[in-house]
């Protein structure tokens, strides 16, 4: 079995994890010391902000078309800001509570934290410096989209314990990853809405699909472990079960199209991004981890296509 350190010197990136990005220029060009701290917030796997980004452009731009603005591109900024802080944050918690877990999984046992190249005291230090600037975006908002934020961070606190208690940890994910769908809308029109709402919803269904296709990656591990999941619990099933979340997806997507005016471009991005994800529940392979990580991956751009058709109408 190829250990961590075989797997990074054969790629030439150092210290390289398996769901690493080979050619993150964090990973390249930072300072050796650095280097777990860089895998802690997950910066050399820049997905999981993209993932985190995603809905709250979403909503921004949904909230735009709805009162015939032009994209508010501050917001957008600031979100890109906070969601790469409080992706690192959320994720050198999620590391903190499962160290012992991670150390058991073949996966994850090369992590910063079970691999012991950083202290539990170093990570708890790091992780509130994230919080610290995902809080100056934060509190450059209005009052309502403050405290709507806040609300979100109970949802974080508890997401790393759901594994052990229920087969569904991914609609937890869902719920707290989505957030941004929520924070778009009420950073730029101070209330929430119906449409919202329902952005949010499309986004958790999102969520629960491709973390369940992430999921598979780790099936026999949890199951050694004790550790649960919708991927074990749909198992045979699970394409089926990712194309219903999917179409779930669509359905609240749409609906809240509807409700926001919608025009032609904006569809058009809602179809392609239709497109894609079907594509995903046809490529699904459950015992191919590296598909399964691809398709995760693959989200980001499924994403990046329905923000793209919002944009694109905020322009016409």
Known sequence: MTSNTERAAQSGAPDLLPDSVSTSWALRLAPASWRP????????????????????????ALASIALHQPLNFSHLTLFLIGAMAM????????????????????RTRGRPLPSGRVSVRGAKIFMFAQCGVGALVLFS???TAIFTGLVSLVIVAIYPFMKRI??????????????????????????LSPT????YAAAIFWTMGYDTIYALQDARDDALMGIRSTARLFGPHVRLAIALLYGATLICAALA???????????????????HLAAQVFLINPPDTKRSLALF??????GLLLFGGLALQTLL
């Open 257 to 275: 199209l509807d409700l926001a005016g919608a025009q032609m471009a904006a569809w058009l991005g809602l179809g392609l991004f239709g497109l």
């Open 141 to 143: 908002l209005n009052e």
């Open 37 to 60: 701290f860089i895998q802690l917030a997950r910066i050399d796997r820049p997905i999981g902000w993209w993932l985190l980004l995603l809905p709250c452009w979403w909503s921004s």
């Open 297 to 302: 991956r693959a989200n980001r751009d499924a």
């Open 87 to 106: 992706r690192g944050a959320g994720s050198t918690y999620n590391d903190l509570v499962d160290r012992e877990i991670d150390a058991g999984v073949e």
């Open 196 to 199: 919202a709402f329902l952005i």
């Open 166 to 191: 229920t087969s569904w940890p991914q609609a937890v994910l869902g719920l707290a990853f989505a957030w941004g769908g929520l924070m778009g809308w009420v950073a730029l029109e101070g209330r």
